[in-house]
């Protein structure tokens, strides 16, 4: 059983950055595939971005159209922890931010992942 602890939110002005990270127990992240996903009030889980081990020499990686080129996930196999680089942060960005690992499928539907944090809020002020 996964244990994923997220941490790293907080209060930032538009423009601002955070990185979050989660650390897992109980369990590698090496063979799973993880992902990052979001809820503001009112709305859905939101899909933010996605790692997994390609099969090459690279990690494949997605991303939400809207964080493209201002979020960066990256997986670290040794501290067996989960990171997201968010810069040119923006008040839609506005969310409690989840980790999940999924032991296959993941990528984009959050359904597909078998484990999940218990959410760190990010607020960005105009």
């Known amino acids: 059983q996964v244990q994923l602890v997220e941490s790293g939110g907080g209060l930032v002005q538009a423009g601002g950055s955070l990185r979050l990270s989660c650390a897992a127990s109980?369990?590698?992240?090496?063979?799973?595939?993880m992902g990052w996903f979001r809820q503001a009030p009112g709305k859905e889980r939101e899909f933010v971005a996605t790692t997994r081990w390609s099969g090459s020499t690279q990690y494949y990686a997605d991303y939400v159209d809207s964080v493209k080129g201002r979020f960066t996930i990256s997986k670290d196999n040794v501290k067996n922890a989960l990171y997201l680089q968010m810069n040119s942060l923006k008040p839609e960005d506005t969310a409690v931010y989840y980790c999940a690992a999924a032991s296959s499928g993941g990528g984009r539907v959050f359904r597909l992942y078998d484990y999940w944090g218990q959410g760190t809020q990010v607020t960005v002020s105009s």
């Open positions: 109980g369990g590698t992240l090496r063979t799973y595939a």
